[in-house]
């Protein structure tokens, strides 16, 4: 059971990074997916969420239209998309499972995967 951040980096400022989520060892279409970040000395924040049913989303307010998430079922993979990064982007991104039909482990967390926004 778990799952696995991937696509973080160095990148200037206004560049562009898309992170994957993959999961595996759960019913990934039983699961809210979610996107935190934490950069050091600060505390964990919500980026975006994807919610079922129907996959709703909802993003920080320091998002301002800047990054999408999404998933594809048929990989058990979620993304986000980031776009027009700033310096204060600058985080390690996890990625979060949480079970809201059946059963199964009630989330699952990541280990997550840097993104350096520096010129």
């Known amino acids: 059971v778990q799952v696995v951040e991937s696509g973080g980096g160095l990148v200037q400022p206004g560049g562009s990074l898309r992170l994957s989520c993959v999961a595996s060892g759960f019913i990934f279409t039983h699961y809210d997916m979610r996107w935190f970040r934490q950069a050091p000395g600060k505390e964990r924040e919500l980026v975006a969420e994807?919610?079922?049913?129907?996959?709703?989303?909802n993003y920080g307010k320091f998002v301002k239209g800047r990054f999408a998430i999404s998933r594809d079922n048929a990989k058990s993979t979620v993304y986000l998309q980031m776009n027009s990064l700033k310096p204060e982007d600058t985080a390690v991104y996890h990625c979060?499972?949480?079970?809201?039909?059946?059963?199964?482990?009630?989330?699952?967390w990541g280990q997550g995967t840097q993104v350096t926004v520096s010129s």
């Open positions: 979060d499972a949480q079970r809201v039909y059946g059963m199964g482990p009630p989330g699952v």
């Open positions: 994807i919610q079922l049913p129907g996959d709703s989303t």
